[in-house]
């Protein structure tokens, strides 16, 4: 993943101002140190004149008592030295331990310890007077050293400043990115409504339409699917539809045992078919739509109520008996109909299943967080194996030619379960034998 | 009671006249709504059996106009679109029942008739279940012909439970048929009113579902 333009840009900026700021570290520091020099040997040639000058004013006798007081002292070292020479002759040297040289020796360094002085040498040929001056270079040193921190500090400060400026500025710039990213990735999956280029900068208006543009496509594209499911549940079930019913109108006391048994033959082909549409409409629309059903408030244990209501009719054909436990009310926000299809499947999975006079349980109880419902039965119950095995799709549940069934309803609902993250729990009922099967919010 | 059946499928629609009118239910059949007035519908039928998947006109368009017109006629809508998707949608805009495709014809009877009697629009008459007759007119049930003192409630109960054998019917739908949907009841009536008739006729016609409601199972 490659980083983002925020980091990018930062970090470009930070190396630029490191490098300015070290290269503008070694300028200032040659500079500042060639001015230094500079200012040493005007400072030190001037101070040689003055010397000269007074040296030159006062009697000979008196200048060694003059000049008695010694130079300042840092720390054992001198920070200038003087020397006044009569002729060849020193008539004042300080500190008295040095030896400084004759002018005439036209010696330009002179050190002393870890110091080296800058020498100056002036003289007067009227009163043969020869002065040396010497001034600590280090003093030079520290001073540009001092006058180099002070600006590169400075510069720091300022920069640091420019900085926190740039990153604002570089934040601020970026906006509109981050905003165009939230309403993307917030937005519900069912909300496919174009976004709001008026909403957002020039430059972002190119990704604004694009996006319009895959939104429009894939609104089409979801559309397209469930008008498809629409009319190929209609196409299909209509005729269905028609021979149920027709086949109900036939008067069967009527017919002999033969024309009887054809028409049960018939109607359980329809009843069959009907079921497996049904289950190929629950997978084409869990598979297409899954993501854009809307979450929605209700109470699961109506939901239940009206889903065993509707599968009553079945379970009493089957001689099933059939009942709900637990919780008369428990509210919940999920998509309502991808739940529907999942515990349609279930419900009507351990009707067919348990065979006849067999016991179906439903169970809805309230989990620390979330809910469980248990579908159990007093059937011949399923091993994990073989479960495993069912919740592939097109896998049949039971060899008995008069249960039809093709496992569709278990692979869809272990999708729809973990899509809604729900787990789908294999068990064996305790109390009635057979098979049970959890669903838990996690 | 008149019904309206609006059902372009010619299959079906035969079968459904077939067996309304072998129960007694007079049944006009219509292939569209698209020339179907409010006026029509209010002033000729007692309920109005809708399908959604009709060729010209959709059946939730008719079901919108009728009920923003102000039409409180009893609508069942039963279609073959997809159900998790057309229910909600078809009871929203006003259904008052829904049904899938295939549907069992007696199902659709006994709502049809549930839904007529809503509107007061079911005439008299002698229902029997097994050794037992309820008369809807005056109110009289008779085990072997003999009388049974019930309560006008506890009678309500036994009706709906005997017009619609064989068929689940859930508290709230009791409640619903008792009371309307303006009314709360208290929440153990239906009990009361179930343990009267067991009381009254003995506890093998009504049989309890757990958790679901109550039926009286087909004699057959």
């Given at each position: 993943m490659s980083q983002p333009i925020f980091q990018k840009t930062f970090r470009r900026v930070l190396v630029a101002i490191v490098l300015s700021t070290a290269l503008l570290f070694v300028a200032v520091t040659l500079h500042v140190s060639s001015e230094f020099k500079d200012e040493l040997r005007s400072r030190t040639s001037h101070t040689a004149q003055i010397v000269l000058s007074l040296a030159a004013a006062m009697p000979l006798d008196t200048i060694a008592s003059d000049f008695a007081e010694q130079p300042i002292f840092v720390n054992d070292e001198l920070d200038y030295i003087i020397a006044i020479f009569q002729g060849d002759t020193p008539i004042y040297v300080s500190p008295s331990d040095l030896a400084i040289p004759h002018p005439s020796s036209e010696t330009s360094q002179l050190h002393r310890g870890a110091h080296t002085y800058y020498l100056m040498h002036e003289s007067d040929p009227s009163t043969a007077l020869h002065v040396t001056v010497g001034l600590s270079k280090s003093e030079a040193f520290f001073s540009s050293i001092e006058?180099?921190?002070?600006?590169?500090?400075?510069?720091?400060?300022?920069?640091?400043?420019?900085?926190?400026?740039?990153?604002?500025?570089?934040?601020?710039?970026?906006?509109?990115?981050?905003?165009?990213?939230?309403?993307?990735?917030?937005?519900?999956?069912?909300?496919?409504?174009?976004?709001?280029?008026?909403?957002?900068?020039?430059?972002?208006?190119?990704?604004?339409?694009?996006?319009?543009?895959?939104?429009?496509?894939?609104?089409?594209?979801?559309?397209?699917?469930?008008?498809?499911?629409?009319?190929?549940?209609?196409?299909?079930?209509?005729?269905?539809?028609?021979?149920?019913?027709?086949?109900?109108?036939?008067?069967?006391?009527?017919?002999?045992?033969?024309?009887?048994?054809?028409?049960?033959?018939?109607?359980?082909?329809?009843?069959?078919?009907?079921?497996?549409?049904?289950?190929?409409?629950?997978?084409?629309?869990?598979?297409?739509?899954?993501?854009?059903?809307?979450?929605?408030?209700?109470?699961?244990?109506?939901?239940?109520?009206?889903?065993?209501?509707?599968?009553?009719?079945?379970?009493?054909?089957?001689?099933?008996?059939?009942?709900?436990?637990?919780?008369?009310?428990?509210?919940?926000?999920?998509?309502?109909?991808?739940?529907?299809?999942?515990?349609?499947?279930?419900?009507?999975?351990?009707?067919?299943?348990?065979?006849?006079?067999?016991?179906?349980?439903?169970?809805?109880?309230?989990?620390?967080?979330?809910?469980?419902?248990?579908?159990?039965?007093?059937?011949?119950?399923?091993?994990?194996?073989?479960?495993?095995?069912?919740?592939?799709?097109?896998?049949?549940?039971?060899?008995?030619?008069?249960?039809?069934?093709?496992?569709l309803g278990l692979a869809i609902t272990r999708d729809l379960c973990e899509h809604l993250n729900l787990s789908l729990i294999h068990g064996r009922s305790e109390q009635l034998g057979g098979l049970c099967l959890s669903v838990l919010s996690v | 009671m008149r019904t309206l059946l609006i059902e372009d499928d010619e299959v079906i629609a035969d079968a459904v006249r077939s067996h309304f009118r072998k129960n007694g239910i007079s049944l006009d059949h219509l292939t569209d709504c698209i020339d179907l007035s409010l006026d029509d519908v209010e002033r000729d039928f007692d309920v109005v059996v809708l399908d959604l998947g009709l060729p010209q006109r959709s059946g939730l368009d008719f079901l919108k106009t009728i009920r923003l017109d102000g039409s409180t006629v009893p609508v069942l809508v039963f279609t073959a679109l997809y159900a998790v998707t057309a229910r909600v949608e078809a009871l929203n805009l006003g259904a008052d029942d829904y049904l899938t495709k295939p549907f069992d014809l007696d199902e659709l009877l006994a709502r049809c008739r549930a839904l007529a009697r809503r509107r007061g629009q079911v005439k008299p008459a002698v229902l029997t279940y097994k050794n037992l007759t309820l008369e809807t007119g005056s109110c009289a049930v008779r085990k072997d012909g003999k009388m049974i003192e019930l309560t006008p409630k506890a009678f309500q109960v036994l009706r709906i439970l005997m017009e619609n054998y064989g068929r689940l019917y859930t508290k709230a739908m009791i409640e619903e048929q008792l009371y309307g949907w303006d009314r709360e009841a208290e929440s153990n009536t239906v009990e009361v009113f179930i343990s009267q008739i067991r009381r009254q006729l003995g506890a093998e016609y009504v049989k309890t579902v757990r958790g679901l409601g109550y039926l009286m199972p087909s004699p057959s």
């Open positions: 006058i180099v921190l002070v600006t590169v500090t400075i510069f720091l400060v300022a920069t640091l400043l420019m900085l926190g400026l740039t990153r604002h500025a570089i934040r601020q710039g970026l906006r509109p990115i981050d905003q165009l990213a939230d309403a993307v990735s917030q937005r519900a999956p069912n909300r496919l409504g174009h976004l709001n280029p008026d909403q957002s900068p020039t430059e972002l208006q190119p990704i604004v339409l694009a996006t319009n543009a895959l939104l429009s496509r894939l609104k089409d594209a979801l559309e397209s699917e469930r008008a498809f499911a629409a009319n190929a549940a209609h196409e299909l079930r209509t005729p269905l539809a028609g021979i149920l019913a027709q086949s109900k109108t036939l008067k069967l006391e009527d017919m002999d045992s033969d024309a009887q048994k054809t028409v049960a033959l018939i109607q359980s082909s329809a009843e069959r078919s009907t079921r497996q549409v049904q289950q190929l409409l629950d997978h084409a629309f869990a598979h297409s739509q899954a993501s854009v059903v809307p979450f929605t408030e209700f109470n699961l244990a109506d939901m239940l109520r009206r889903l065993m209501t509707d599968a009553f009719p079945s379970a009493l054909k089957l001689d099933v008996e059939v009942e709900l436990k637990g919780l008369d009310v428990f509210e919940v926000c999920l998509p309502e109909t991808l739940l529907e299809i999942i515990l349609r499947n279930l419900i009507d999975n351990a009707i067919k299943y348990c065979g006849t006079g067999g016991h179906v349980r439903v169970t809805l109880e309230a989990q620390n967080p979330g809910f469980q419902i248990k579908v159990e039965d007093s059937g011949p119950g399923l091993s994990r194996q073989d479960f495993e095995h069912a919740i592939s799709r097109f896998e049949r549940l039971g060899d008995d030619a008069k249960i039809y069934g093709h496992g | -």
